[in-house]
């Protein structure tokens, strides 16, 4: 048994004012950048909200994070509105993007609309994010149409990698290039709120930044971005393995966690933990009331069960 998450988790987060899709713009243009990190459940909510984060996105990435898949494909919307419901409850000013999975909203506008109503209603998301451009860019329009502020993302793409050609940088062709650009504005005149580049050149990202109104996250795509997203056990090292050539680790807990239970099995196994002060004390009196108690039971075990001596 553990302690409740509200007393053990809950960092007290600095006081400041809800982040909002209007201060978001008033950050652009400000020139004030924008911090987003990608969180899964209510730990690292928690964290990110006390770090003073402006924007959390709950990222299908959490398919190969944090539930061991191969790549976001299969995620299903249970799975991520069980994670964006848990991030959420560690949330108090920063503003909530949740990813809308792969094979969620691409049929057609009634079932993106459906989509992302579940977000909002059940997990409380502030924003959804949706992939690709094209006819995307209709999706996007109906679900701002449905009232539900909606975050894009061009560049590489997970959900559609194999399209593609793996996860490799996108927009290095001056055709790519182009036809991003021509996404990318027609997202922005779509009605979304905030625009996600991933893996692109940093000259194209330069080159498109001020044809867009609304703030623009970067990963992978150059210093010229409003703003700038890591996902988080890329940014903590909390995984072993290959990371992309964006990524900057701030730490290596992975290395850090294997270390502290290995150090707890060897106590274990040598009879070090627990020691008297992670035990807890029974008054004197108490224990040798339950000592007699325990030789009354003793006792009775000597007769079979008709009473008579063993």
Same mark, same amino acid.
Do not use: C, I, W
């Given at each position: 048994m553990s302690a409740s998450p509200r007393s053990s988790f809950d960092v007290q987060a600095p006081d400041r004012a809800p982040v909002t899709v209007t201060s978001l713009l008033e950050k652009k243009h400000h020139g004030e950048k924008i911090v987003m990190v990608t969180a899964?459940?209510?730990p690292s909510a928690t964290v990110v909200e006390a770090a003073g984060v402006d924007m959390v996105l709950v990222g299908d990435s959490a398919a190969t994070t944090v539930l061991g898949l191969d790549s976001t494909v299969p995620a299903t919307v249970d799975e991520l509105?069980?994670?964006?419901r848990a991030v959420r409850r560690g949330l108090r000013a920063s503003f909530m993007v949740s990813d809308l999975p792969f094979g969620s909203y691409e049929a057609s506008d009634y079932e993106a609309v459906k989509s992302a109503q579940r977000f909002v209603k059940e997990a409380g998301a502030q924003a959804v994010k949706l992939e690709g451009g094209g006819v995307m860019v209709d999706r996007a329009r109906a679900i701002v149409a449905a009232g539900i502020p909606v975050v894009g993302h061009? !560049?590489?793409? =997970?959900?559609?990698?194999?399209?593609l050609g793996g996860l490799r940088a996108q927009g290095k062709s001056a055709e790519q290039?182009?036809?991003m650009v021509a996404d990318a504005l027609a997202l922005q005149d779509a009605g979304c709120c905030a625009l996600v580049l991933e893996a692109i050149p940093a000259a194209v990202a330069e080159e498109l930044m001020p044809l867009l109104e609304i703030p623009v996250i970067g990963i992978g795509a150059g210093a010229s971005t409003d703003g700038q997203v890591l996902v988080w056990h890329d940014l903590l090292g909390l995984l072993e393995g290959r990371t992309a050539k964006f990524?900057?680790?701030?730490?290596?807990?992975?290395?850090?966690?294997v270390a502290a239970v290995h150090q707890f099995a060897g106590e274990v196994r040598d !009879?070090?933990? =627990?020691?008297?002060e992670h035990t807890y004390a029974i008054p004197p009196e108490e224990l040798q009331r339950f000592q007699?108690?325990?030789?009354?039971?003793?006792g009775h075990g000597d007769h079979d069960v008709e009473g008579h001596p063993a």
């Open positions: 899964y459940d209510y509105l069980m994670l964006n061009l !560049g590489l793409t =997970p959900q559609t990698a194999t399209a290039a182009t036809k990524v900057k680790q701030y730490a290596h807990l992975h290395q850090a966690m !009879g070090e933990f =627990p020691g008297r007699g108690s325990l030789a009354q039971l003793h």
